[in-house]
């Protein structure tokens, strides 16, 4: 009775760099196995990726905006999709998230036919801000440089990106070493 039964599967490809909350290209690929049916209500949401319920997406985009290959189901052949998210899709913290993919052949979600491994979204804000120490010390507020961030770098011990030439000749005159 089950010698014909096929699994049908939705496998992401591995997302291997930091997405960028408002970045352009917030997209994600994955492969139909032979036999599932794409519907225009299919879709793929983004959850947290410690999500506890299939009703807390933070986002969602239908296929039906993609043009899928549709070839016939019986040659055996995955397809694969690419689904693009627009910018300020609703991911706008940084952490971990997954993708699902959900068959909903009419208004009823019927599967999960696949779910991602967790990707990382960062914040450009959270990224290393390099102050000159020259500007500092002269007490230089410039409206268009942006302050650090003290959310993640504390900047007693994350010495990233001292230049310490500029920084030896502020101390040359009161440093001596024997």
Same mark, same amino acid.
């Given at each position: 009775?089950?010698?014909?039964?096929?699994?049908?599967?939705?496998?992401?490809? @591995?997302?291997?760099?930091?997405?960028?909350?408002?970045?352009?290209?917030?997209?994600?690929?994955?492969?139909?196995?032979?036999?599932?049916?794409?519907?225009?209500?299919?879709?793929?949401?983004?959850?947290?990726?410690?999500?506890?319920?299939?009703?807390?997406?933070?986002?969602?985009?239908?296929?039906?905006?993609?043009?899928?290959?549709?070839?016939? #189901?019986?040659?055996?052949?995955?397809?694969?999709?690419?689904?693009?998210?627009?910018?300020?899709?609703?991911?706008?913290?940084?952490?971990?998230?997954?993708?699902?993919?959900?068959?909903?052949?009419?208004?009823?979600?019927?599967?999960?036919?696949?779910?991602?491994?967790?990707?990382?979204?960062?914040?450009?804000?959270?990224?290393?801000?390099?102050?000159?120490?020259?500007?500092?010390?002269?007490?230089?507020?410039? @409206?268009?440089?942006?302050?650090?961030?003290?959310?993640?770098?504390?900047?007693? #011990?994350?010495? #990233?990106?001292?230049?310490?030439?500029?920084?030896?000749?502020?101390?040359?005159?009161?440093?001596?070493?024997?």
């Amino acid at each position: 009775a089950f010698s014909n039964y096929t699994e049908k599967t939705v496998e992401f490809a @591995p997302i291997t760099r930091i997405w960028y909350i408002g970045d352009a290209d917030f997209r994600t690929q994955c492969t139909l196995s032979p036999d599932i049916k794409v519907n225009d209500n299919d879709w793929i949401g983004i959850y947290d990726a410690n999500f506890h319920n299939l009703d807390d997406y933070i986002a969602y985009e239908y296929l039906a905006k993609v043009s899928i290959p549709q070839g016939p #189901t019986y040659t055996g052949q995955p397809r694969t999709v690419t689904l693009s998210f627009p910018v300020g899709s609703g991911v706008r913290t940084p952490g971990f998230y997954r993708f699902i993919y959900f068959s909903q052949p009419n208004n009823d979600v019927r599967s999960v036919l696949g779910i991602s491994e967790p990707f990382e979204v960062s914040s450009r804000e959270d990224s290393l801000v390099v102050i000159d120490p020259c500007e500092q010390a002269a007490g230089s507020s410039s @409206p268009a440089r942006s302050k650090p961030s003290t959310a993640t770098t504390d900047i007693f #011990t994350d010495f #990233t990106g001292l230049d310490v030439a500029k920084l030896s000749r502020h101390f040359s005159n009161d440093l001596s070493i024997d």
